[in-house]
């Protein structure tokens, strides 16, 4: 797992928009926050069923995804998420903290990933960040739940080299963190300044077309 240290949000930025293969957006990870709620929302709403069934573990309809989104707390959990161009969550990062045993420590990850948004490493990404936060919050272990079949949670644990236990049909995978050190408090921070830096840049972007846009009838017209 790639751990940043001293560069500038800025540099992290460019660096990935030089390095990623041409015509792929960065992948960056955002913590969110109650204000993110309506996009959280809306990316859960636009998951097929199958894929609702592979981020839930069943097919769930509207209403119970409504109240999903509405009861995360994220004074308790910790959500990421990754924005695409038009500042809509191409994927999602749910770190749930489960009750403590003794001075162990375990965080539950899920993630979903819009279909058109597959292939570009947004999954690892938010697994990745999940990590590094799991290990400055003192948590021990970091767990997945999901259905044996669910090949991209399948991929990041065997990737991240977890422990993965198979039994009807489902999976459970762990992963045993190491404590926090400089390096990773500090890998978070950069981490997170990037991801601000690039969605305000994308909200710039967005603002400007949409000002271009609303002037394109006045031009046309002339």
């Given at each position: 797992?790639?751990?940043l240290t001293t560069r500038t949000a800025e540099q992290i930025v460019a660096h990935d928009?030089?390095?990623?293969?041409?015509?792929?957006?960065?992948?960056?990870?955002?913590?969110?926050?109650?204000?993110?709620?309506?996009?959280?929302?809306?990316?859960?709403?636009?998951?097929?069923?199958?894929?609702?069934?592979?981020?839930?573990?069943?097919?769930v309809p509207n209403h119970v995804i409504e109240n999903y989104v509405r009861a995360i707390?994220?004074?308790?959990?910790?959500?990421?998420?990754?924005?695409?161009?038009?500042?809509?969550?191409?994927?999602?990062?749910?770190?749930?903290?489960?009750?403590?045993?003794?001075?162990?420590?375990?965080?539950?990850?899920?993630?979903?990933?819009?279909?058109?948004?597959?292939?570009?490493?947004?999954?690892?990404?938010?697994?990745?960040?999940?990590?590094?936060?799991?290990?400055?919050?003192?948590?021990?272990?970091?767990?997945?739940?999901?259905?044996?079949?669910?090949?991209?949670?399948?991929?990041?644990?065997?990737?991240?080299?977890?422990?993965?236990?198979?039994?009807?049909?489902?999976?459970?995978?762990?992963?045993?963190?190491?404590?926090?050190?400089?390096?990773?408090?500090?890998?978070?921070?950069?981490?997170?300044?990037?991801?601000?830096?690039?969605?305000?840049?994308?909200?710039?972007?967005r603002q400007a077309s949409k000002l271009f846009e609303s002037f394109m009838p006045t031009?046309?017209?002339?």
């Open positions: 797992m790639n751990i928009r030089v390095s990623r293969p041409a015509g792929r957006a960065p992948v960056l990870v955002r913590e969110l926050t109650a204000i993110d709620r309506d996009r959280l929302l809306a990316h859960f709403l636009a998951l097929d069923e199958d894929d609702r069934l592979l981020r839930f573990g069943q097919v707390d994220f004074t308790r959990d910790t959500v990421f998420g990754v924005f695409n161009s038009k500042l809509e969550l191409s994927g999602v990062g749910h770190l749930a903290y489960l009750p403590a045993e003794g001075d162990k420590r375990t965080a539950e990850f899920g993630v979903s990933v819009l279909e058109s948004a597959r292939g570009e490493g947004i999954g690892s990404k938010l697994f990745e960040r999940a990590a590094i936060r799991s290990r400055n919050t003192h948590v021990t272990t970091l767990y997945i739940h999901c259905l044996s079949r669910n090949s991209t949670m399948m991929h990041i644990a065997k990737k991240a080299g977890m422990k993965i236990e198979y039994a009807y049909g489902e999976a459970d995978a762990y992963l045993t963190l190491s404590p926090a050190d400089q390096t990773s408090i500090i890998a978070e921070m950069l981490q997170e300044q990037a991801a601000v830096f690039d969605y305000a840049l994308k909200r710039q972007a031009a046309a017209a002339a």
